[in-house]
């Protein structure tokens, strides 16, 4: 039967222009399939068949308007069979859902009840319980149900109890706090099956080898800097991850992820050292990387990169990267990528770098995804550089309640086991109040000094709890320790945290920083920048771990290595091995993608005619296209923050889905149109909404996904230029560290292009802010087919033959024609190395001048050059300049070759090459400031001048922009006629006239000075 494919809801737009014909007459297709694309002035869309059948005729052709409801063409329906194929995506993702949530309620009602010895503790009194006996059986009647009914049934108890207050009008204060102890009790404690006195000798060896590296580096060199304390501070809380939970990536398993605090890097080498993979020569060249072999001072993969896989040093990145990524890995899960093995990313952060607005920026965003495989440790030594993190507080209690009232998972580890029979014993509960009254200063104070001191000022406080330890002396109560410190408190947290699920955990660790060191460093402010130990201060920090060295050998600080044979190596190595190999360790195992075909992008090489179109525009078309390419479509990961209307993507919407775990709940207002908001679990853009530095994140764990998942992924973040670099420049960094590949496109880019917005959004510098990242190749092309070609070199480079670059291209928003590629050869090579002849005007064979422009400005340049031309008999050749930052790289080079070179043929920059022969001087111009193309001055040996947007952008049209900043075409004919004058090849009253013709204020200050 014939059916009628009509086109659809298309939104506010009529008149749609058809750019491409998908199919052909007699075709079969199936049901989805795209069949032809149409464009408006700002998107442009590929419309799906609602039929399976073979096409009868095609009502329309490239070139026709189209309206909603107009015939697009006639197919030979055949009958839907239902079958399991057919089930929408949605409807199974219903199923699988509903079966998963049954499956979870039959494991609950099966999970046993954890009964509980009765507690015979009684709250204590608090200063304002008007009937401590009535509290006493509220107490006792909660400890009863939580006896016979378990948990559950007592937070019910409690949330209805808060409910009913709620609706009588009882104001509760609200709390977000538990009580200042931990949050696993004793009886409920997971048991390491580990041998814990190897595994503490282990640890011991550790800490000695990482101190031991740090001094004696400082010894030969003192610039060299390093820390100690922070590692002390953090040695249990790696040495359990690295003994029983973080699983090594290998050919059967993908591996954990572990985010190590940068600083402590020392540790880890100090484990690889005792692990085998790091000799004694590599750790006396701690911080010496300049040589080969270096160990680098921070986690650096590009510096180590078979060592270290996630740059971390730059507080608050860890963090944000760490939630990113684990995003990330549910994002490859749901859409089929990867295998769902149970993996976790752990990261380790200080309780300083807490404070960085980055480290909790996206911990809401976590929450809300569900992140079960993200666990963050937060090491609270109590102290960050300068001193206390919160001397009149507690930093443990104000994260609990931040990541709490996110809707983390928090599990609190602040004491060490030796007071658990302290705080058994503590009936009143004046214990738990002294915890609770002490803050982090008192805290930190009483760790450097002594049992005496701790005697007097915590537990002296009050009768009850000075009776508690009447019976212990003051090494006993110096022994007391903190649970960051004791590896069962630290396991049995672990535990739990890698169990949790349906959302992400924080173990937040009580902990002492230079743990161990005495009084040269224990909770010493100055503990931070300590690299330096006297032999003394070794001697005592030897005997603390009871390191097997003899004096001499303190003296001489040599490291501690015991046979391979000795238990300890034997132990810790049969570790790593139960859990699938070493860590850290970066190694990537991901097959490229093969570029798609040359022809991929032939519609960018045609001229638009009269058709106008802006890049980003053209962008997004090639984006389409390569969503049909069979190699390339799954691996492309667009990103977006919230501007996916403003770039014209939101046929994506439809195309491919907004990723969303939990898929689609509701109706879409829009679900009747084109571009409708379609969010599904399977979704593959990432919309981040407005977090340029989520987003960025995300960028970076999709751009390292070829080693971290060992799949090659193509993401392609874009983002209005201004917001870019400027605001992530330091996540960019680490991008780039990372080695991450993929594209950032600078969208909407150029100080006076981008018109009306104005002053904080007119960007006119990110090409300046790209080229100080090394491995950043950058591009400001002017016409769709440069842009095509950047962009299937790009892919080549980076996805094929993965080279560890990265790419950042300006697109623009302005619309106008773009003509066909030129048919010169060297046409392409010139726009990937960053300049070709576009166009010559020689009629005139008298003057000449060579004109250089980049971006939208190129064709004020062209339109400059058509004046002089035409009213001053002046020819000009003129250069399509797609990236002054290649070509500046490739003058760097040359100029550095020739010069160490001076006996050999100099060779020629490629701005030489091109421009070496020609006549008549330079004018360059783009929409950034001058500096940009100031960049290849050096390289020709010809007078050079320069146009540019120096300046703050401002709101106006981009004509008025144009003008103001003066790279409007007047401007560059008025400016070109001056620097003939100046050369003395025309006469200067040319420049007069032109200056009065054009209206050009002399007087007017350097846009920069309004
Ligand atoms: C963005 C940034 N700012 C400043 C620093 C310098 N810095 C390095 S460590 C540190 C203190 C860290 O304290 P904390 O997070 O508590 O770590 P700890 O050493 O106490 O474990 C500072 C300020 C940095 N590395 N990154
Ligand atoms: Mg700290």
Known sequence: MTEKLLVPDIGDFENVEVIELLVKEGQEIKKNDPVVTIESDKSSVEIPSIFSGKIESINVKVGDKVSKGDLVLNISSVDQK????????????????AENSLKNQEQNKSAKKIKKEKSEKIQVVNDGDIDPLETKEWLESLTDVMEKDGNQRAHYLIRELINKAYMEGANIPYTQNTPYINTIPVSEEKKSNGDQNIERRIRSLI???????????????????????????????????????????????????????????????????????????????????????????????????????????????????????????????????????GRKVWAFLGDGEMDEPESLGAIGLAAREKLDNLIFVVNCNLQRLDGPVRGNGKIIQELEGIFRGAGWNVIKVIWGSYWDQLLANDKTGHLVKTMNETVDGEYQAMKARDGAYVREKFFGKYLETKELVSSLSDKDIWRLNRGGHDPHKVFAAYDKASKNIGSPTVVIAKTIKGYGMGKSGESVNTIHQTKKLDVDDLMYYRDRFDVPLTDQQVKNIEYYKPDQNSPEIKYIKEKRLQLGGFIPERTTYAKSIKTPPKDIFDNMKVSTGKKEMSTTMA?????????????????????????????????????VGIYAHEGQKYEPEDSAQLSSYREEKSGQVLEEGITEAGAMSSWIAAGTSYTNHDIEMIPIYLFYSMFGFQRIGDLAWAGADSQSRGFLIGATAGRTTLAGEGLQHQDGHSHLMASTIPNCVSYDPTFHYELAVIFRDGLKRMHEKKENIFYYITTMNENYPHPAMPTDKSCEEGILKGMYKIKEFNKHKKTKIQFLGSGTILREMIAGAEILQKEYQIDSEIWSVTSFNELRKDG???????????????????????????????????????????????????????????????????KNLRKFFEVDKEHV??????????????????????????????????????
């Open 892 to 958: 760097l080079e040359v100029e550095r070759y020739n010069l160490l070179n001076p006996d050999k043929e100099p060779k020629k920059s490629y701005v030489e090459k091109c421009l070496g022969k020609t006549e008549g001087p330079i004018l360059a111009a783009s929409d950034y400031m001058r500096m940009n193309s100031d960049q290849i001055r050096p390289y020709i040996n010809k007078s050079f001048y320069s146009l540019g947007t120096d300046g703050f952008g401002r709101s106006d049209t981009r």
């Open 973 to 1010: 004919a008025t400016f070109g006629l001056s620097v003939l004058a100046k050369e003395q090849l025309i006469a200067s009253k040319h420049v007069k006239e032109a200056i009065k013709k054009y209206k050009i204020d002399s007087n007017k200050p350097m846009p920069t000075k309004l």
């Open 82 to 97: 239902i079958s399991t194929q057919d089930v929408p995506k949605n409807t199974e993702n219903l199923i699988q859902e």
């Open 619 to 655: 962008l997004v078309r090639m984006l389409t296209n390569l969503l049909r390419d069979k190699n390339v479509a799954s691996r492309l990961v667009p990103i977006i923050p919230d501007e996916a209307r403003t770039f014209g993507m939101e046929g994506f919407f439809q195309k």
């Open 207 to 341: 800490r000695w080898n990482a101190a031991a590296m740090v001094v004696r580096a400082n010894k030969k060199f003192p610039e060299l800097g390093g820390h100690i304390g922070t590692f002390a501070s953090a040695a249990t809380l790696y040495d359990v991850g690295m003994n029983h939970f973080w699983r090594a990536k290998n050919n059967k398993f993908g591996g954990d992820l572990v985010y190590f605090q940068g600083h402590s890097a020392p540790g880890m080498y100090a484990r690889a050292f005792l692990e085998g993979r790091l000799n004694e020569k590599q750790l006396d060249s701690f911080r010496q990387e300049v040589s080969p072999g270096g160990l680098s001072s921070y986690p650096h993969p590009w510096l180590m990169p078979k060592f270290w896989q996630f740059p971390t040093v730059s507080m608050g990145l860890g963090p944000m990267l760490a939630i990113y990524q684990a995003r990330y890995m549910k994002y490859l899960i749901n859409r089929g990528l990867i295998k769902d093995e």
